[in-house]
């Protein structure tokens, strides 16, 4: 059999966001891939060398939509760490609120695409209906749907009464029956197991060698979350399950991302129910004394990792982003190799791929 | 990881370096060593210390030179950090030992134009195909 | 605030003469511009029921829906499914990147917004766009087009 190259991308229904491969098939089944991305690429980190350590805090929750919260997360918890900063225990509950919820509408966006991909389209309604709960929550704390301006050098600027409170754990027990509805299609769906099962292995071997991390590592056995090996944030107070699965497939990786958004949701509900009293901020000053800091969170997809010089002066020296998309689109030609055309939308949609992070 | 035997180990690989271990935030040890020293300390990490998990390389044009960190992880943060001449930097390519680090590697190669010896796949990771502008992250 | 019954009707009257179908391209944007566009399609805005319907095709397409800043990667890929949209056919920048390259407008790997590169028909600025913004813009591109 003639072996064939096929274009995909940058435009393509299989894709949401610009990249390109070229897929060497023969017949039905792909043999090599190349992946080509960069057309999401902003030359961010020149960008954040032109700005103030404050501009860039608005900078930096604009390298990714879905997962801005975090980025600034990252991005002020180095800053403040330069600084020498205590953040206040309140303010650190409510940054680590956004971030779990953040972590629900990420997974909940990702399970409605994956579905779309597979032809599930009811489950892609559903999900993003639900999905609207989190949104609105997040809009009325912060008064955005997507990028919500939380977090500042310092703290946060967001606030909640008791009554808001109360509100919100409704709101989120609605939606925890609702994903446990969409768990139990996972678990027995036989359309959706057939599409997924088996589809897009790597070993966990395969996910050290490449240092895969987020859901998909855990999803293939390694056992890895910032959350709870290197807390940050209020994380150090807070009682919660890290979710792996051993068969490294599509499947395991839907399992991971919808057990770990209902473990997130217990999150929340411990943040909403103990959240201590006090400031939300602490005055940061413009200029930052000479030093350098690694920062690490634990992002939707994974390791997210600040690195920042500062050199005296009111702008960083060098601000290094390495998002976690980076590390599982490495992994994309051994996944496509010996998989057939029709299942490459299954596997570009089991990495939750972003490539406005990867491209920054 | 056991920080102190690393730091140990490795003074003992290299007894003619300083290393000088710096503590940094958040939770990071940063060590210094030459260039050609960089694939035997990496190589001490992966094998004898199972310290697998290279989070990022991050390259800098620090004015005097071109420095390259190397950011391991494995519970607390370990940095390798080197420096190159900033006349044709080139090192060696930690590939074949964590095949993770390539597309780090391309993206310090683009943007501050450091080869990496013996890569299997030089080409520009993020710049555009008809990019003509120089090495992005180079301060003039 | 946006009265979407006022919106919905005009949007109808038009949509029984034609139905227009969009193409979403998103040439270097962060995301959170397309995650509102396809918001459009779920239950809580749908506008399918107001005949919009995002197509795959740029050959099948009347309305090309950009995001994100015009990068030198995407610069050619713009064009040339511009160039593949039979006429007549619009274009929409959604959101502040595409219509001045928002905060990324100095980057060196940046153009600027869609109309350094297309004939723009409409500006919807946000940062970004929330749904209801981006239903308003098209409800205008039909008004402008009757």
Known sequence: ?360 | MNIDLILHVLQDAFPAETLEPQAMPINETFVALPPASIYLAAQILVERFGLRHLSTITGQDTGSEIELLYHFWDGRGLTLRTSLPREEPHIATLVNLIPGAAFYEREVSEMLHVTFDGHPDPRTLLLPDDWDGGAPLINE | MLDLTDACHTLVRWARRKSPWALHFNTGGCNGCDIEILDLLTPRYDVERLGILKEASPRHADVLLCTGPVTRQSRDRLRRIYEQMPAPKWVVAVGSCSCSGGVFRDGYNVLGGIDQVLPVDIYVPGCPCRPEAIIEGLVRLLETIE
């Open chain 1, 1 to 360: 059999m003639t072996r064939v190259t096929i274009p995909i991308g940058p435009q393509h229904p299989a894709l949401k966001e610009p990249l390109s491969f070229l897929l060497t098939v023969e017949g039905e089944q792909i043999m090599e891939s190349a992946l080509r991305i960069g057309y999401v690429h902003r030359g961010l980190e020149r960008i954040f060398q032109n700005r103030s350590y404050l501009q860039n805090v608005h900078v930096v929750e604009r390298i990714c939509g879905i997962c801005s919260h975090i980025h600034t997360t990252a991005y002020c918890q180095a800053v403040e760490a330069l600084l020498g900063l205590e953040i206040p225990p309140r303010a650190l509950y409510l940054r680590t609120l956004l971030c779990e919820l953040e972590r629900i509408h990420s997974h909940l966006l990702w399970l409605g695409v994956l579905a779309e991909h597979i032809g599930f389209t009811t489950i892609f309604m559903y999900a993003w209906r639900d999905r609207e709960i989190v949104l609105d929550i997040m809009e009325e704390l912060s008064g955005g749907r997507v990028a919500h301006a939380v977090n500042v050098i310092g703290g946060v600027r967001i606030d909640l009464d008791q009554e808001h409170v109360h509100s919100i754990l409704q709101r989120l027990d609605e939606l925890e029956r609702q994903v446990e509805t969409f768990l139990g299609v996972v678990q027995h769906e036989r359309t959706l197991q057939a599409r997924t099962r088996g589809v897009g292995h790597l070993s966990a071997e395969q996910v050290r060698r490449y240092c895969v991390v987020g859901p998909v590592a855990r999803a293939s056995g390694v056992d890895v979350d910032l959350r709870r090996d290197a807390p940050y944030a209020a994380y150090a107070s807070l009682d919660f399950q890290v979710i792996t699965a051993e068969e490294g497939d599509v499947w395991a990786r839907t399992m991971v991302r919808a057990l770990e958004s209902i473990e997130s949701l217990h999150i929340c509900r411990q943040l909403l129910q103990q959240l201590p009293e006090g400031p939300l901020t602490v005055r940061a000053s413009r200029r930052v004394p000479p030093g350098e800091v690694v920062s690490r969170c634990e992002a939707p997809r994974g390791e997210l990792v600040y690195y920042i010089r500062s050199d005296g002066s009111d702008r960083p020296a060098r601000v290094k982003v390495r998002t976690p998309t980076l590390t599982t689109l490495i992994t994309l030609p051994d996944q496509l190799r010996g998989v057939n055309t029709a299942d490459v939308p299954t596997v570009l949609s089991g990495v939750d791929l972003c490539i406005a992070c990867a491209d920054r």
